[in-house]
């Protein structure tokens, strides 16, 4: 009986279907969960739709300037899309560390669509700088005090996953653990020496900022967590791991120049250019006020952060950034 009612099944829904629905009741009756239970709810359950799936209604709630200059709007939504792309560039980096068995092609595929983020990123950030009126942005960012890009949590993420956390060390200092063992109290030690600290430092008491003490509060424990997670799992420690052969292979090594170039050079020179425009001022006059030298901090030649050091020349080290600064900046270039 048994057999005849599933050749009645097969004749009336397709061999494909009743195939499906078998391997259904299998994969239910693992669980001890009852599969006509489980198909009752696929006949009252509603079609998903696609506002739904993505929760579009909230992600549209979700801007709230604090003035009403039209252009801070714009200024939020470009700064939600960017921590967005920042999420999938995580994301990425999450699968390389648990990827078992990992070879050349997959890592070179996932640090290419980090690249293709930060390309899309890196684009679209003339909305930052050509796409809003000055004297707005100007007046309306100082109702936004103390917060600041610098506070982006997850930009520190990507650089912890992208490299040995020595080499985010201030260049001053870096020396220092050129052979020390990555363990937690070394790690403790090198955060000391963050580089980033100096661009949330007062220029003329040498004092942290209150942007740098709320971010501190804030994710000081998850980056030393991250750095000791990924102290084995970050992009240059997998790329080290490869066999020789794979370590020669060259669109991996030219992915990971594009992802140097992205994060260390392209992205930060685009703050830069875009802080030319609206925040230009005198150092004596960013003394006097309080704030920190944005000018000495944003741009990479004077950080000469590089994340696989290795992958560039003496001569590129030493020229670090500063062809994108003379081109896109103060336009010397062909002059």
Not at 75 to 92: A, R, S
Request: some cysteine; hydrophobic content about 40%.
């Amino acid at each position: 009986m048994k057999k005849e009612n599933q050749e009645k099944a097969t004749e009336i829904f397709g061999e494909d279907i009743v195939d499906k629905v078998q391997q259904l009741k299998e994969k239910f009756a693992v669980m001890g969960q009852d599969l006509g239970a489980y198909l009752d709810g696929l006949i009252y359950a509603d079609y998903l739709t696609y506002w739904d799936y993505i929760h579009l209604d909230t992600l549209l709630s979700l801007q709230s300037p604090k003035t009403a200059f039209p252009d801070e709007e714009i200024f939020i939504m470009y700064h939600q899309i960017t921590e967005l792309y920042f999420k999938l560039t995580l994301h990425e980096f999450k699968q390389l560390a648990v990827k078992e068995n990992l070879n050349a092609a997959f890592l070179t595929a996932r640090i290419k669509r980090i690249n293709n983020y930060f390309k899309a990123l890196t684009a679209s950030f003339e909305i930052m700088i050509d796409g809003m009126e000055k004297e707005q942005f100007l007046k309306f960012r100082m109702s936004l005090l103390p917060a600041s890009g610098f506070q982006s949590g997850q930009y520190r993420m990507i650089e912890i996953c992208s490299t040995d956390f020595r080499n985010l060390v201030d260049k001053d200092f870096r020396d220092q653990f050129t052979d020390t063992k990555l363990t937690d109290e070394s790690i403790d030690k090198m955060y000391e020496f963050i580089y980033w600290k100096k661009g949330a430092t007062e220029l003329a008491s040498g004092k942290k900022t209150l942007t740098l003490l709320q971010f501190e509060k804030k994710y000081n424990k998850q980056f030393k967590e991250l750095a000791t997670e990924f102290k084995y799992t970050n992009a240059w420690h997998l790329f080290k791991g490869l066999t020789a052969e794979e370590k020669e292979n060259q669109d991996l090594r030219n992915q990971l120049r594009f992802l140097d170039v992205n994060v260390n050079i392209n992205w930060p020179l685009m703050h830069y250019k875009s802080a030319v425009r609206y925040l230009h001022k005198a150092p004596e006059d960013i003394a006097a006020t309080g704030g920190t030298n944005w000018q000495k901090y944003l741009p990479p030649r004077f950080q000469k952060r590089i994340f696989y050091p290795e992958l560039w020349s003496e001569e590129e080290h030493e020229e670090w950034g500063k062809a994108w600064v003379e081109e896109n900046v103060f336009f010397k270039k062909g002059k």
